[in-house]
């Protein structure tokens, strides 16, 4: 971990826990509107393929590439009436561990998770297994997102369908 | 079946035996098929036979495999099968991926390079060829062992058209330029309009979904359904400012032996080459280029064809190409009647300029793929009709719109050309009493 300066503010683990789980909750209690509120305008929201965990949006195929103005697009389909494939939603159990914060300078950090994603629907159970990658921005004596890549490793998404759910 | 049925139904399942699951009236005008097509095991059975083991099935594109040595391997048709770019000949090799040995899978990695392929069982080394090179202890066999038979098996037929790599099970099949009848002009279409050479982008998109695989044919080439099932896709291109005005129109084709398009003209943008505001304001020179260079090439209507107008193609019976806001080409397989698996990749242009190609695949994500603004809801309505079927109470599937008139985008002729295809192929196993 990247020496701190004793000028900066220290962040502790616990700190950056404590938003991820409130993150997780928003996304459990379906309340995305209040979710976006914690992206910064130039944000990005990333899932690779299962293939190329490591793929480049400007040059590799991804599942999801979204930047701020189609995060909103996606949180205004997700809640309407007519996005059939989570209307009605899938129950959603979204959990964060194996936290590691790394990079911490005085306006940014890196933050690398575990996490598994539980999605109900219809009698149907499927869970998706990956890892988090945040970069997060100090606001305000705590933090906003700028950039979240969800790497998943499945080798594939026959057992889960689809990515209709925000990871 | 019970054996104490009442003779009434008995005949009435005698008599349905005559009957073809697919039922074609061009007196009535109506085109039905029966929903035990899509969930009987029996019929699911008769499919890998008749269908999947005797017709040309996508492999792979060429540009997968660029080098000597390189190889993938993936299932085709359910079967797992290597495909390898051969060292020596530079050739595209398609073998069944079995060591002829005792079995095991010979190549257990997805991608890579290797000029020899060793299986980890025994040690049997083959090259890229196929050739048996080495087997540990050769002694042991008495009278020795004959290597050129027990040479990695090739897939009966391999052909390729424009770099789409095809195979198939059926010695006796006819070539794959035969076979694909008219759909080779539409595949032309898609890769001129992308400059002549293309190429499959890095990352696939592997999903399952439970439904019949004849509901994802039907599906990727229905214009139908796209103002209702994806209102919320309609609904994002206008907030981005697309003008929706025009909608969705054209018509559809039967291009022989069960190929079809929908070719059609839509509200959305084309990387090559019709701009929309998704693409932004700057793009507008670059596209503008792009089109002024096709109708150089090719002339002002096969441009405007190529730039402007939506291709969604199924070469028979499994693949897709659809030219779209992007280009995919999908493939699948049913492991079961009621399962499908999808591979899906995206095509472009090779050596397309970096900000062509983020474009081109930023527009592949609005709406395509399991992250998509538009796919998930097609899996969404597919599974709700295999659903559907379940319940019973209703026998048939109505695929009559447009008939008697020249088919529309929004009609589903392209469906009647699979499905006439399907019948045929599968013959006296597609009837009612067969899909008992």
Redesign the interface.
């Known amino acids: 971990m990247t020496a701190i300066a004793p000028s900066q503010q220290a962040i502790s683990r616990q700190q950056v826990e404590e938003f991820l789980y409130t993150e997780a909750a928003l996304l459990d209690a379906w309340a995305l509107g209040d979710w976006l509120l914690l992206f910064d305008e130039d944000a990005k929201y990333e899932?690779?393929?299962?293939?190329?965990p490591d793929?480049d949006?400007?040059?590799?195929?991804?599942?999801?590439?979204d930047n701020y103005?189609?995060l909103t697009?996606?949180v205004?389909?997700l809640n309407?009436r007519?996005?059939?494939?989570?209307y009605p939603h899938s129950r959603t159990n979204h959990q964060v561990f194996n936290v590691r914060v790394q990079d911490v300078s005085a306006e940014e950090l890196s933050v690398t998770t575990s996490f598994t994603v539980w999605r109900f629907r219809g009698g149907r159970t499927s869970c998706y297994v990956g890892k988090y990658r945040y970069r997060l921005r100090r606001s305000d004596g705590g933090f906003r997102i700028a950039v979240k890549r969800a790497e998943l490793d499945m080798t594939?998404?026959?057992?889960?369908?689809?990515?209709?759910i925000i990871l | 079946m019970s054996t104490d049925v009442e003779p009434s139904v008995i005949q009435a399942t005698e008599v349905a035996a005559q009957l073809p699951l697919v039922v074609d009236d061009p007196v009535a005008q109506r085109f039905r098929v029966h929903r035990s097509a899509m969930t009987s095991p029996e019929i699911h059975r008769a499919e890998v036979e008749r269908i999947f083991a005797k017709s040309w099935l996508y492999v792979g594109h060429e540009s997968e495999i660029p080098e000597p040595g390189d190889f993938v391997r993936r299932p085709v048709g359910g079967r797992p099968i290597l495909m390898v770019r051969g060292v020596k000949t530079g050739n595209v090799n398609v073998f069944h991926n079995t060591c002829t040995h005792r079995g095991a899978l010979l190549c257990r990695q997805e991608s890579g390079n290797s000029k020899v392929f060793q299986c980890f069982y025994h040690a049997w080394t083959f090259d890229s060829e196929g050739r048996l090179k080495g087997v540990p202890d050769r002694d042991a066999y008495a009278g020795g062992l004959n290597f050129d038979d027990l040479a990695l098996k090739r897939v009966a037929r391999v052909e390729s058209y424009r770099g789409f790599v095809f195979a198939s099970f059926d010695p006796g099949i006819v070539d794959l330029h035969t076979y694909l009848a008219d759909a080779k002009d539409y595949i032309d279409l898609v890769i001129d309009g992308c400059g002549g050479q293309v190429e499959i982008v890095g990352g696939t998109h592997q999903y399952s979904f439970d439904a019949n695989w004849k509901l994802l044919v039907e599906n990727s080439i229905d214009g139908y359904h796209a103002e209702s099932t994806h209102d919320t896709y309609l609904k994002y291109l206008v907030s981005i400012g697309t003008d929706l005005r025009g909608g969705v129109s054209g018509r559809a084709i039967d291009l022989g032996n069960g190929h079809a398009v929908i070719e059609y003209s839509a509200p959305w943008g084309r990387p090559v080459a019709k701009w929309e505001p998704l693409f932004g304001e700057d793009a507008r020179t670059e596209i503008d280029r792009l089109r002024t260079d096709l109708v150089a090439r090719h002339g002002e209507g096969r441009a405007h064809t190529m730039a402007e107008v939506n291709r969604n193609m199924l070469i028979y019976p499994n693949l897709i190409i659809n030219d779209i806001m992007a280009v995919t080409v999908r493939t699948f397989h049913p492991p079961a009647p009621d399962v499908v698996d999808v591979t899906a990749w995206e095509l472009a242009p090779v050596n397309e300029l970096p900000s062509l190609r983020q474009r081109r695949l930023d527009s592949f994500l609005t709406f395509l793929g399991p992250g998509g603004f538009a796919t998930p809801d097609d899996l969404e309505a597919l599974e709700s009709c295999q659903q559907g079927f379940v319940s019973g109470g209703v026998e048939w599937n109505d695929i009559s719109r447009g008939m008697g008139r020249s088919p529309l985008a929004n009609d589903e002729e392209q469906m009647r050309a699979f499905w006439r295809r399907w019948q045929h192929q599968m013959g006296n196993a597609a009837d009612l009493a067969g899909a008992r």
């Open positions: 899932v690779p393929c299962n293939d190329t793929g949006p400007t040059r590799d195929l991804m599942l999801i590439d103005a189609r697009s996606r205004d389909r309407s007519r996005a059939h494939r989570e594939d998404l026959r057992s889960v369908g689809d990515v209709a």
